[in-house]
């Protein structure tokens, strides 16, 4: 069977239109969104029974320079995820002290990249969090935001009311 020059070109053509990918556009600035937080027991390294928690939220970011490599000095900065806790307290959420045993430290987010032309990045991250010292009574929420490489600050967001004693899912809408 014999391709006509105009037929082949036609086929060559359809091809490499189908193989290239349509490249993401999205803001250089991280947008993240909360889709999770789920409490439970675990047991820490050492056999201790402590209770859990669990944060997932959903980001992009458009240039693609999320998350940092861990620091060459002591006292270089390695944090880009953010937290504020609050502890609920009537229905009434109010700023954890600094020396609150609930209040989290900040995280570092490793290194992210993107292979290709296309450098946007999406995808979820999971912190999980320790709780050593709890009460009964402990509810709390979370409030966080992620800086990226360039230094662009993500909006910030919130999560549900987490109650530390139950065994608990609330999902983001």
Do not use: W
């Not at 020396?99 to 990045?121: A, E, H, M």
């Not at 709390?140 to 065994?167: L, Q, W």
Request: aromatic letters at 12%; a negative charge; proline letters at 6%.
């Amino acid at each position: 069977m014999k391709i006509s020059g105009f037929a082949g070109f036609v086929i060559i053509l359809s091809v490499l239109v189908y193989a290239c990918t349509r490249v993401d556009k999205l803001p250089p600035t991280p947008s993240i969104k909360f889709t999770s937080f789920q409490t439970f027991d675990t047991t820490d390294i050492i056999g201790n029974q402590e209770r859990g928690g669990r944060l997932k939220f959903y980001f992009e970011d458009g240039d693609g320079d999320v998350g940092l490599n861990a620091p060459a000095n002591p006292g270089d900065d390695s944090t880009n995820l953010f937290f504020t806790m609050f502890r609920i307290t009537n229905g009434i959420p109010d700023s954890a002290k600094a020396d609150d045993p609930l209040k989290p430290s900040d995280y570092r987010i490793p290194f992210l990249t993107q292979v290709g032309q296309n450098v946007v990045l999406k995808g979820t991250i999971s912190v999980t969090f320790l709780y050593l010292s709890y009460s009964v009574a402990d509810t709390i929420k979370y409030d966080f935001y992620m800086k990226d490489r360039a230094g662009h600050v993500s909006n910030t967001v919130s999560t549900c009311e987490i109650p530390v004693i139950k065994d608990t899912i609330c999902k983001g809408n």
